[in-house]
């Protein structure tokens, strides 16, 4: 069984600062992940990826996040936060075997000061 | 645009008593997914589907069931209502394999 645990429940940042996100997981297999991000009072919308190749991926709005298999983790950053980018993220795991069953960390939601 | 339209948007329904939530997808999508939202659980998965007439169970099935009659329609049904079932429940959809998961807007229940 996955599990995925995101550390930070809150985090305040200021307009133009950078952010990071932090996400680990455990799973002794291949592994799907992703991060999505929740605006109050909707539902969720992808940001970006990992499958394989490039650790490095890049998402939606200037979102990028890296894997790393010997850290078990998943982060994701952003260089220069707007304050659109106010919000709740999750990050989401799936052993490969499973499609898209994704097991979700309890979220960290993101406010961005002016 | 991928859509995955959740109806209701919110409802109020008695312990007890039976709770249909409904999923229409116009995204040509094989998959389907029911997630159940609470506060400092992330989301839960509780059923979900890869072909129609087929259904499956999730993490979290107990005391739900769900319903795929078509390839757009994904039907969650909570046949005797609880105030433990009380959350925000989003649809999903998607493509086979490792790929964008699309979310309808979710649908507040509350049940009292």
């Known amino acids: 069984t996955q599990t995925v645990s995101q550390s930070d429940a809150h985090v305040t940042v200021f307009e133009g600062d950078s952010v990071e996100l932090r996400c680990n997981y455990s799973?002794?297999?291949?592994?799907?992940l992703s991060w999505y991000i929740q605006h109050h009072g909707h539902g969720l919308q992808f940001l970006l990826k990992y499958y394989s190749g490039n650790p490095v991926v890049q998402g939606v709005n200037g979102f990028e996040a890296e894997f790393s298999k010997s850290d078990s983790s998943f982060h994701l950053r952003k260089a220069s936060v707007h304050w659109s980018d106010s919000a709740v993220y999750f990050c989401a795991v799936s052993p490969n075997s499973a499609g898209n069953k994704l097991t979700f960390g309890i979220g960290t939601r993101v406010l961005v000061r002016p | 645009e991928a859509a995955v339209t959740q109806s209701p948007r919110s409802k109020v329904a008695v312990t007890g008593g039976k709770v249909t939530l409904s999923c229409h997808q116009t995204n040509n999508h094989d998959y389907m997914y029911w997630y159940r939202q609470d506060t400092g659980h992330g989301l839960r998965l509780i059923h979900y589907s890869y072909v129609a007439d087929s259904t499956e169970k999730g993490d979290i099935p107990d005391g739900y069931k769900a319903s795929r009659p078509s390839q757009e329609n994904f039907s969650l049904i909570l046949e005797l209502a609880s105030l433990s079932q009380t959350a925000v429940y989003f649809c999903?959809?998607?493509?086979?394999?490792?790929?964008?998961?699309?979310f309808g807007k979710g649908t507040r229940l509350t049940v009292v």
């Open positions: 999903a959809s998607s493509l086979r394999g490792p790929t964008e998961v699309f």
């Open positions: 799973y002794g297999g291949s592994i799907y």
